[in-house]
């Protein structure tokens, strides 16, 4: 039949192309990144469940903090006034869903050192300036806290430059920054777990976390930095 002979060409034409050089080649890169992403996955696994079990260690030894400091010395008063000061910024822009419970739990961190934030927006009309003004305004007495208006960027994303603007307005005895995206919910450690791994490896000079949204994204390597820290030189 002409039609079922039309087909078996179109077959015969579609193995002939996938048995090429070029498109072995191809095959051959998308199952080494497959296997990478599958690498790197398990890897994050092991660690993630590794430090689940040493927590519950912990707990079981006493240790009720131990999601936040494995060695609950390391929570006395003695050690948590020499930790070092951190400026978190967060640029801002629009007010979604759920945006007021993620920004509540980035100011409610349980870090124990001189910690300050600041919400950096393009202008007092984005929807946000006045929600983030009324949570501020409920925990005045808490946390050192501050809206930064950037003003409209003309030499960069509107993101990078409230976050350039945020750095300039930060505390100058900062020795960290850390930058955190609006869309992002902080376990109360985060920040001295961040901090704790800076201090221990004084050569490191920025550290971040990409989060790719799906196996999709991956391969195409869309990635997104939800938050990052850097070491602060010289108050520069």
């Not at 509540?104 to 919400?119: A, D, H, K, V």
């Not at 009324?134 to 007495?141: A, T």
């Not at 920054?177 to 800076?198: K, N, Q, S, Y």
């Not at 869309?222 to 602060?232: A, D, K, L, P, T």
Request: charged share 20%; glycine share 6%; net charge negative.
């Amino acid at each position: 039949m002409p039609a079922l002979d039309s087909i078996d060409s179109l077959l015969f034409s579609l193995a002939k192309a996938f048995c090429s050089p070029f498109a072995i080649f191809i095959q051959i890169q998308g199952c080494l990144i497959c296997l990478i992403l599958a690498i790197g996955w398990a890897f994050a696994a092991y660690v993630r469940n590794r430090e689940i079990k040493q927590m519950k260690d912990s707990m079981r030894h006493g240790n009720s903090l131990a999601f936040l400091c494995h060695d609950i010395n390391e929570l006395e008063h003695s050690n948590q006034v020499n930790l070092p000061r951190v400026s978190v910024v967060m640029p801002l822009k629009g007010f979604g869903e759920h945006n007021l419970h993620n920004w509540r739990s980035q100011i409610t961190s349980l870090y124990g050192g001189p910690l300050e934030f600041l919400f950096v927006l393009e202008s007092a009309e984005d929807p946000a300036y006045h929600a983030v003004s009324r949570l501020l305004s409920d925990f005045k007495d808490d946390i050192d806290a501050k809206i930064v208006i950037a003003g409209f960027s003309t030499t960069c994303s509107q993101k990078i430059h409230n976050q350039l603007v945020g750095v300039e307005n930060m505390h100058k005895d900062s020795k960290y920054v850390l930058f955190l995206d609006d869309d992002v919910r902080l376990h109360p450690g985060t920040i001295g777990a961040l901090t704790a791994e800076m201090e221990k490896n004084p050569e490191v000079l920025h550290q971040s976390h990409l989060y790719a949204y799906s196996l999709f994204d991956g391969l195409c390597y869309r990635w997104e930095n939800i938050f990052s820290m850097g070491r602060v030189h010289d108050g520069k």
